[in-house]
């Protein structure tokens, strides 16, 4: 069975501090989605990774994914008391078109 | 507006007692799909459908049985819920996926808003 394992579990930062989230496997991907999810919301897909190596930024998120596509990492800048939610990576498996691995998430609270 | 809905959004329930939960998209999505999720496990998929009439196995479908007549409504059914069926069940949608093999970008999954199951 296909694992992602998120850390950490859990993140408690100051409003304007940095912080990395990280998404491992010991799998290929043939890509990877983070989403964020709201209390009592479904998640919301932030961005798509394809390419190993790959790098993409959303405002004050940055993506990236590994160069052998077995990891990923969300990077957040200065981060804003908007920016607490739960966030979760979730992985495509090379033997699956449709099948979506989900790692067990983060937990953010940005405390103002 | 697009949206996937489901219903009801809260159950409480007797172990045995069939019970179907309803999806519906309204974007003319091919794929979808059923998670649920639990603390410290993640979304976890029970079921998922590549088009109407077509569906498969997710990782975890013990207890679970899925139906796609139409191309728009995808339900879940319980036929004898037990108490290891609590959780917090999410319905989602997503186009098709692009790409060549070995590098297929999933199609953005669009989820609905949850349904929390209580099996007592």
């Known amino acids: 069975t296909q694992l992602l394992e998120q850390s950490p579990q859990f993140l408690s930062i100051q409003e304007g501090e940095n912080l990395t989230v990280y998404c491992n496997s010991s799998s290929v991907f043939s890509s990877l989605q983070w989403y964020r999810q709201e209390p009592g919301e479904g998640p919301v897909l932030l961005v798509t990774?394809?390419?190993?190596?790959e790098v993409k930024k959303l405002k004050r998120l940055t993506f990236q994914f590994g160069d052998a596509r077995k990891d990923s990492s969300l990077h957040i800048t200065a981060a804003q008391p908007g920016d607490t939610g739960l966030y979760l990576c979730a992985g495509g498996p090379l033997d699956s078109s449709y099948k979506l691995i989900f790692g067990s998430g983060t937990r953010l609270l940005v405390r103002p | 507006e697009a949206q996937v809905t489901q219903n009801p959004r809260y159950l409480i329930t007797v172990t045995g007692k069939k019970l179907t939960v309803t999806c519906s998209q309204n974007m003319n999505h091919e794929y979808m799909s059923w998670y649920r999720q639990d603390p410290g496990l993640g979304l976890r998929q029970i079921y998922y459908s590549m088009n109407v009439e077509v569906t498969d196995k997710g990782d975890v479908p013990e207890g679970y049985k899925v139906s796609r007549k139409e191309k728009r409504n995808f339900p879940l059914i319980l036929e004898s819920p037990s108490p290891n069926q609590t959780s917090l069940y999410f319905c989602?949608?997503?186009?098709?996926?692009?790409?060549?093999?070995?590098?297929?970008?999933?199609?953005?999954?669009?989820f609905g808003p949850g349904t929390r199951l209580t099996v007592t």
């Open positions: 990774v394809v390419t190993g190596g």
């Open positions: 989602a949608s997503s186009t098709k996926n692009t790409g060549t093999s070995g590098q297929k970008r999933r199609g953005e999954q669009y």
